[in-house]
C-alpha cells in the first residue's frame, strides 16, 4: 500500500495580481483627481499614439524610447470607470488561475508584455495618426489567451436567465472563449460603427498569450510538480 506523503513546501503567495489590480485602480483614482486640463495631457504624454506602421521612418519610430515606454504606460490609463471595472472583472477570473500555474514573476512578465504587444498591434492597425490607445484591455486578452492553453478543458461559470429566475451553468471555457475571440475578429472589421475600441489589440494580446503559455508550459508543468511534492 502506498500513501503519498504531503508536500512540506507552501503553496506560492499570488501577488502579481493583487498587485497589477491595485496600480491598475490606483493610476485610475489618481488621474480623476486632476484637472482636466492635466488629465489630458496625461492621456496625451503617456497613451500610445496610432499612425500605422506602413513605412520603414514610422517602423523607426516606433522604436524609440518614448514610443516603446508608452505602450506600457498606456496600459494603466482608462477612459471612464466602465473601461477599468470591465478589465478588472476579467483581470481576476483569469488572472488568478493564470498566475497560481506559472507563478507571479512570469505571470506579470505576461501582462506586461502582451499588452505592449497588443498596443503595437493597434498603432500598427489604427491607419489614422494621433488616436489614443489606452487601457490594459490587450494585457487582459493575453490572459484570456494564456488560460486557455494552460485549461482547455476548463469550465467557466455563467448566470442564465430563464423566465423570472436566474439559473447559474458551468460551459466549457474553450467555448466561452471561442465565441469572444470570434466576435473580436468580426468587430475588427465592422468596429468603427460600434464605438473607438482597438479590436486589432485584444486579437494581438489573445494571440500573444496563447503563444507565451504554450512555450512555458514545460516550465509551468515542473514547477507545479515541485509544489505538489512530486
Not at 490609463?77 to 506559472?102: C, K, Q, S, T, Y
Not at 504587444?117 to 490587450?138: C, E
Request: with cysteine; charged share 10%.
Amino acid at each position: 500500500m502506498f500513501i503519498a506523503i504531503p508536500s512540506r513546501q507552501k503553496s506560492p503567495v499570488r501577488w502579481a495580481t493583487p498587485l497589477l489590480f491595485a496600480a491598475l485602480w490606483g493610476c485610475f483614482t489618481w488621474a480623476t483627481l486632476l484637472p482636466d486640463a492635466s488629465q489630458r495631457e496625461l492621456l496625451l504624454e503617456w497613451g500610445a499614439l496610432s499612425g500605422g506602421l506602413t513605412s520603414a521612418q514610422a517602423w523607426q519610430q516606433s522604436l524609440q524610447t518614448d514610443a516603446m515606454l508608452r505602450l506600457f504606460s498606456a496600459l494603466f490609463l482608462h477612459a471612464d470607470w466602465a473601461h477599468l471595472l470591465g478589465n478588472l472583472v476579467f483581470l481576476l477570473i483569469f488572472g488568478l488561475p493564470a498566475e497560481r500555474a506559472m507563478g507571479p514573476w512570469r505571470f506579470a512578465l505576461l501582462f506586461l508584455l502582451g499588452g505592449a504587444v497588443a498596443n503595437l498591434a493597434a498603432v500598427a492597425a489604427i491607419a489614422t495618426p494621433d488616436r489614443l490607445i489606452i487601457g490594459a484591455s490587450g494585457a487582459v486578452s493575453a490572459l484570456i489567451g494564456a488560460y486557455l492553453a494552460l485549461f482547455p478543458g476548463a469550465r467557466l461559470g455563467v448566470v442564465v436567465p430563464l423566465g423570472l429566475f436566474l439559473q447559474f451553468v458551468k460551459v466549457p471555457a474553450a467555448l466561452l472563449i471561442g465565441v469572444w475571440a470570434l466576435l473580436q475578429v468580426v468587430f475588427t472589421f465592422i468596429g468603427p460603427a460600434f464605438g473607438a475600441v482597438a479590436w486589432s489589440a485584444h486579437l494581438a494580446g489573445f494571440a500573444f498569450g496563447g503563444a507565451f503559455a504554450l512555450l512555458a508550459r514545460a516550465g509551468i508543468a515542473r514547477r507545479m510538480r515541485r509544489n505538489r511534492g512530486y
